[in-house]
């Protein structure tokens, strides 16, 4: 089981909103910028967001990250079929001295 | 083309060791740090540590450091990453990533290396 908490899914049909959240502690999110990633299956992870809210070149502007307290989450807005994927939370945990990821959250597009 | 490619696939009995390696093109290759990232089959992504091209340092997880040995050749700009006393375990798909501190953003991403253990 992962420090970092993601639902393990979420689903929602085309054009709808979706909210992925990711729970920690003050010795990761806290204190440290989270990043996040989409893994399409069989597929290399491809970074979305990083610092908490900024889009990674290329990804298109229905991906929003935010960050507030010991939580972060992303949403996608007008949700499309290729945004079936898992969703992967990841942060540098000061305690542990590495960098987590969540646990994953799959994404089903009705 | 600015790209991370990894060796093939490795089968490997229990108690041997593995070394993977990921070639970067298209971009100064001391520029980044590489971190190793695997992921068990249907599991998520655990972070194994990472290694400065610059210098050399490395860092890696606690659960694995005592076995994990990570090199870089700036001359072929290839990282290289080695895992000894294998387990069923260690059974994953291992990736390397274009990355490090102090923001521990991962941008670029190998195909993934398939190793075995049985």
């Known amino acids: 089981q992962s420090v970092l908490t993601q639902p393990p899914s979420a689903s929602g049909t085309p054009g709808q909103r979706v909210i992925i959240s990711c729970s920690g502690s003050?010795?990761?999110?806290?204190?440290?910028?989270v990043n996040w990633y989409q893994q399409l299956p069989g597929t290399a992870p491809k970074l979305l967001i990083y610092?908490?809210?900024q889009r990674s070149s290329g990804v298109p502007g229905r991906f929003s990250g935010s960050k507030s307290g010991t939580s972060a989450s992303l949403a996608i807005s007008g949700l499309q079929s290729e945004d079936e994927a898992s969703y992967y939370c990841a942060v540098w945990d000061d305690g542990l001295r590495g960098v987590l990821f969540g646990g994953g959250t799959k994404v089903t597009v009705l | 083309q600015v790209q991370l490619v990894q060796s093939g696939g490795e089968a490997k009995k229990p108690g041997a060791s593995v070394k993977v390696s990921c070639k970067a093109s298209?971009?100064?290759?001391?520029?980044?740090?590489i971190t190793w990232v695997r992921q068990a089959p249907g599991q998520g992504l655990e972070w194994l540590g990472w290694i400065s091209t610059y210098s050399g340092n490395t860092d890696s997880a606690q659960n694995v450091q005592d076995r994990l040995t990570m090199t870089t050749d700036k001359d072929t700009t290839t990282a290289y990453m080695e895992l000894r006393s294998l387990t069923s375990d260690d059974t994953a798909v291992y990736f390397c990533?274009?990355?490090?501190?102090?923001?521990?953003?991962?941008?670029?991403w190998g195909q993934g290396t398939l190793v075995a253990v049985s």
């Open positions: 298209g971009y100064t290759f001391r520029e980044y740090a």
């Open positions: 990533a274009r990355g490090g501190p102090p923001m521990w953003k991962f941008d670029l």
């Open positions: 610092t908490n809210s």
């Open positions: 003050s010795s990761n999110i806290g204190f440290n910028p």
